[in-house]
């Protein structure tokens, strides 16, 4: 398949089987991340990994999209290591083309994933949940694991409306 | 070749042969950079694509990195559409995710490119150049084009380093 379509199929996937993705999967979407750019090369990037089906149950608690976090086989908390970072807005970037490594590889191996953005509104209760260091802030839950339903179309503006004309251009 | 290969084989790219990459492939990084996640789906990226060597010319001005952008073929500038962010954090990501698709789709087709970022230093003054509207931020400058260098050897952090250890994890 070519890389066009692995970007344009994938989809969030917010249902999942049972099945817990076998450690060499997780290792390789981890890997993904961990080739993403950065500014700098700093790599501002940190990953916890959850399968405790306790753990789960409690972080589920800090956000409305429970559900998706009960049925993922698999947790990857982003973290941004505030030691390390050099440049908010970059770093923040930087971030986002990891997760996105994690959700393209994810695809390829074909898993499903969901990246979880709401839950940031409990970050400060989630971060003393999980008992993190204070240079650890929380980016991102990224669900994970074998997808249970039927593939979605997706929706996106088209690209003519994100060109921008500025003068002579 | 496989996701994971293409994700550790991409490199940022410095400088360029004068083949000018046909339209048909700009549209396909840029198809690429259209199909990130963004939370809400908001889609928060615009793009300006710029090929014209006396305006590369007065962009190289902006920053100390003047030889890449003169030696792109072409140069995307990626900014966020202010008007249509919701949360600053997660637009960042989200274009970042944006400029991956990007860059990945670029290495796919056998093109190289260079996510600059040094350039924002001068992001008001490049705008002012660009007659952008007051609604797009400029988040970064993909330089663009066919590779006219050896392949060079990435470097990471190893995974092991990238873990979280957390309470009971």
Redesign the interface.
Same mark, same amino acid.
């Given at each position: 398949m070519?890389?066009?379509d692995?970007?344009?199929q994938?989809r969030?996937v917010r249902r999942y089987k049972d099945a817990v993705p076998e450690e060499g999967y997780i290792?390789?979407i981890?890997?993904?991340g961990?080739? $993403?750019?950065s500014?700098l090369?700093n790599?501002p990037?940190?990953?916890?990994?959850?399968k405790?089906k306790e753990?789960k149950a409690a972080i589920s608690k800090f956000t409305k999209y429970a559900k998706i976090i009960e049925s993922a086989p698999v947790l990857v908390?982003v973290?941004m290591d505030v030691a390390d970072s050099y440049?908010r807005?970059?770093d !923040?970037? $930087?971030?986002? $083309?990891?997760?996105?490594?994690i !959700?393209?590889?994810a695809?390829?191996l074909d898993m499903g994933a969901c990246?979880l953005?709401e839950i !940031?509104n409990n970050k400060g209760r989630l971060s003393k949940y999980?008992?993190?260091?204070d240079d650890?802030e929380i980016?991102?839950v990224l669900a994970v694991g074998f997808s249970d339903e039927e593939l979605t179309e997706?929706?996106?503006?088209p690209?003519m409306k994100?060109?921008?004309k500025?003068?002579?251009?």
């Open positions: 070519e890389m066009l692995y970007i344009r994938r969030a290792e390789k981890l890997e993904a961990r080739w $993403a750019p500014g090369n790599q990037w940190r990953f916890l990994v959850i405790d753990r908390i973290c440049n807005d970059k !923040l970037m $930087a971030i986002g $083309a990891c997760i996105q490594n !959700l393209l590889e695809h390829s990246w953005g !940031l999980l008992g993190l260091d650890f980016m991102a997706g929706c996106r503006k690209l994100l060109m921008i500025a003068d002579e251009n």
